[in-house]
């Protein structure tokens, strides 16, 4: 499969990429997942919170297919956070480093949306069109502000797909980049005013972000978005064991993409 961009040469072959996407390295487990699933699905959702909850920690289903567990650890951890993405908050996931916070996070977003990439990676330099809209300067000077001339965010596409939108490092963008958010998890909208248009969230959309304890002190959410989040710390594996079968797993994906 190639992506559109043909003319500018960038176009890539997804079969060979370096590091596929979660929803493309399990395709086979999500389709045999979505087969099996007969549970009720919230709107937007492309399996239920059961079937989701079964691709993170594993299992084997009736006719055989074997589906791999992706997150270690405590089953609660993994509940709540499926959970948390069918109500109306947001899913902020917190831990030390390494502790699988964009692991399980792009995996969520696979198997809820089918789609991990609607992504905005959090830093000192990230700006209010990362999370929101920017413009096409050269379209917007010849013909105005227009929807053409629009260049959506990650956030935005997620909105209006009824997609995941995922957040990395929340702690790290600026306090106002930040607080960008609060319109969007609270009024499930983003207005335009340029355009005077919204963009209104599809059922299925929601955000994951993750955040690094270390970070903490960083940039601080404000408290009028730290309670749009459910917040879910990922603890430190507590057994030799876990950490074994982490390690072992992870090793044996290296291996198989290489
Ligand atoms: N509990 C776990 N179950 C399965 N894999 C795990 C677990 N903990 C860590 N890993 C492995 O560790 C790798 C690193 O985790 P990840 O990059 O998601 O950490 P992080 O919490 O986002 O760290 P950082 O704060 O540095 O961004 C993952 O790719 C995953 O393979
Ligand atoms: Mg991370």
Redesign the pocket.
């Known amino acids: 499969m190639t992506t559109s961009a043909a003319a500018s040469g960038l176009s890539t072959d997804t079969a060979s990429a370096l590091r596929p996407h979660a929803e493309q390295t399990y395709a086979t487990e999500l389709e045999a997942l979505a087969g099996a699933d007969d549970r009720q699905r919230p709107p937007g959702w492309r399996l239920s919170p059961w079937a989701v909850t079964q691709y993170l920690l594993g299992t084997t289903l009736d006719d055989g297919t074997e589906i791999t567990p ?4 405590s089953r609660r951890v993994v509940e709540v956070a499926v959970a948390t993405l069918a109500t109306d908050r947001a899913l902020l996931l917190i ?1 030390v ?7 399980l996070s792009e995996h969520l977003a696979a198997a809820v949306s089918g789609d991990s990439t609607l992504l905005v990676q959090g830093t000192a330099g990230t700006s209010e069109e990362a999370v929101r809209y920017g413009w096409n300067y050269a379209r917007l000077l010849a013909e105005g502000p227009s929807e053409a001339a629009l260049v959506p965010s990650p956030v935005m596409t997620a909105m209006a797909r009824g997609s995941i939108g995922r957040i990395e490092e929340l702690t790290r963008m600026p306090s106002d980049v930040q607080d960008g958010l609060i319109t969007v998890l609270s009024e499930k909208a983003l207005p335009v005013a340029e355009l005077g248009v919204e963009v209104q969230a599809q059922r299925g959309f929601n955000i994951i972000a ?1 955040a ?1 304890d270390r970070d903490r002190g960083v940039n601080d959410l404000s408290s009028a978005l730290r309670r749009r989040f459910n917040t879910v710390v990922l603890p430190v ?1 507590d057994s030799a064991e876990d950490e074994v079968r ?1 390690v072992t ?2 090793v044996e994906q290296l291996g198989r993409s290489l």
């Open positions: 992706k997150y270690i650890g831990g480093p390494g502790t699988a916070k964009t692991w993750t690094n594996p982490i797993q992870r």
